[in-house]
C-alpha cells in the first residue's frame, strides 16, 4: 500500500493536478535523489485513475526538472538544482561554475588570436589585437552541466594560459594579474541547443538552455573579460536576493539597473557572425533579462 496522500472526487482541482502536488509533497518530504518514485501502474491501482491522468501528473514533474524518466526503469527523483549565484559565493562574481564536491571544470581548449570582429568591439580592442580564448566544461559525474566560452584580451593578462584555468577566471585575474574587478553586466535568455552545444553538453538538439553573457569590468570602465556561459535548464536555478536600495545607489538603480525584455533578443544579443557561437538567434530566444553586478 502506497503512503500517499488521499485525492478530493469532485474537487474544482483537476485530478490530474491534485496526483502531481501529491506526488511533489511525497518526493519532497519522504524520497531522496536517485529514489524511484511509484510507476504509473502502481499509481493508477492505488488511486483507481485512469493511465493518462497519472501521466500527465508524472509528465508536469518531469517539465519541472523534479522527476526523470528513464526507459525501461521507471521515473526517478533527480538531484537539487544548483544555485546560480551559489548561496556559498564569497566573491561578487562566483556562479558556482567551479569545481567542488562532485563538480569538475574541464578546459576543452584555448587558443590567443584575434576574435571575431564583434567580439573585439566589445572588449573595446583595436584591429588585429588578440585576446585569449578559453573553453571550460561543468560535470556532474557523467553528466555535462554547463560550457563556457569567454575572451580576455592578451594585455589584460598576457600570461593567461599559463594558469590553471579550471579556476574561476575572475579570481586569476585578480590574485594573477592584480586586477581590481569592480562591476559585471548580465545578460540571460533563453534558447534550444544548437548541434554544437548539444555535441559540447552531450544532449539532444533543441534542448532548452539557459545562456548567460557577462561583461566584466575594473573601475575604469575598462572590460576585461567577456563570457557566454550554456547551462542546461533542468540542473539550475537562479537565486536573486532583492532589497530596496537608498541614496545615491537607488538612483544608479533607476537609471542602470535590472532590466527585462520580453520578446526577440537586440541586436547585441541577436545572431553571432562567429560560427562556434553560431545559430542562437534563431534557436527559440523566449526573452532576455539583464542585470549589473558590483563588487
Sequence with gaps: ?????????????????????????HITFHLSPGARIPSETELCR???????????????????????RQQGRG?????????????????FLDDGFEAGDDLKVQVVDTALAVPPRWISTRLGLAEEERAHKVRVTLSRQADVLASRTLYVPEHVAPSLQEAELTEPIHRILEDRFGLELATAEETMRMIHADQLRATTLRIAPETPLILLER??????????????????????RFEHKLARPAGDDAA??????????????????GADPDPELSGEAGDGTHGAASARRRA
Design 1 to 25: 500500500m502506497l503512503d500517499l496522500p488521499q485525492l478530493r472526487e469532485g474537487a474544482p482541482t483537476p485530478l490530474w493536478l491534485q496526483l502531481k502536488h501529491a506526488l511533489r509533497d
Design 46 to 68: 492505488h488511486y483507481g485513475l485512469a493511465r493518462m491522468t497519472v501521466r500527465q501528473a508524472i509528465t508536469a514533474l518531469v517539465n519541472e526538472g523534479l522527476v526523470g
Design 75 to 91: 521515473s526517478f527523483v533527480l538531484p537539487t538544482r544548483l544555485a546560480i549565484p551559489p548561496s556559498t559565493g564569497a566573491h
Design 215 to 236: 561583461m566584466v569590468f575594473v573601475e575604469t570602465g575598462e572590460p576585461v573579460e567577456y563570457a557566454r556561459t550554456y547551462y542546461r535548464a533542468e540542473h539550475y
Design 252 to 269: 544608479e538603480v533607476a537609471a542602470n539597473g535590472r532590466r527585462h525584455h520580453v520578446g526577440a533578443p537586440d541586436a547585441a544579443g
